[in-house]
């Protein structure tokens, strides 16, 4: 009896393995994995441009989807002793689960700079579904 436990939960580890491995970012409230991309950049004091695919993997397969909610993109600069948003930027829908985000500026400035999306009503832009840091050219 001990065993076959013991094979079981070896059997659930194993497929929580499978299924976080292929997934780079993994957005919980949408059960959603997110794989961000730079099409141009990421540069600094000029504009970058980066594509966001959301998706699931269904056995060998990767099924595109669009998340729940309609989302904001946007850049986010930490600093030493403050934190606050960037230019706006242009974001395109290519296809469902597909954006493509253009305009996207990074001036230079002491810290850090970071790509966030939220939902959009969800107002707090301290509070991202997903941030990831901008490591430059």
Request: hydrophobic share 45%; aromatic share 14%; net charge positive.
């Amino acid at each position: 009896e001990r065993m076959k436990s013991a094979i079981v939960l070896l059997a659930m580890i194993c497929a929580a393995c499978a299924w976080s491995a292929p997934c780079p970012d993994f957005i919980a409230q949408e059960k959603l994995c997110v794989e961000m991309e730079w099409l141009d950049g990421p540069k600094m004091s000029a504009y970058s441009k980066a594509k966001f695919t959301f998706f699931r993997e269904e056995g060998n397969k990767r099924v595109i989807l669009r998340p729940s909610k309609e989302l904001v993109f946007y850049p986010w600069m930490i600093m030493p002793n403050m934190e606050h948003g960037g230019r706006p930027v242009v974001p395109t829908e290519l296809s469902p689960g597909v954006w493509e985000i253009a305009k996207i500026y990074f001036e230079a400035m002491p810290g850090h700079w970071e790509m966030r999306f939220r939902y959009a009503d969800e107002a707090d832009k301290k509070k991202p579904l997903f941030k990831t840091k901008v490591e430059f050219l």
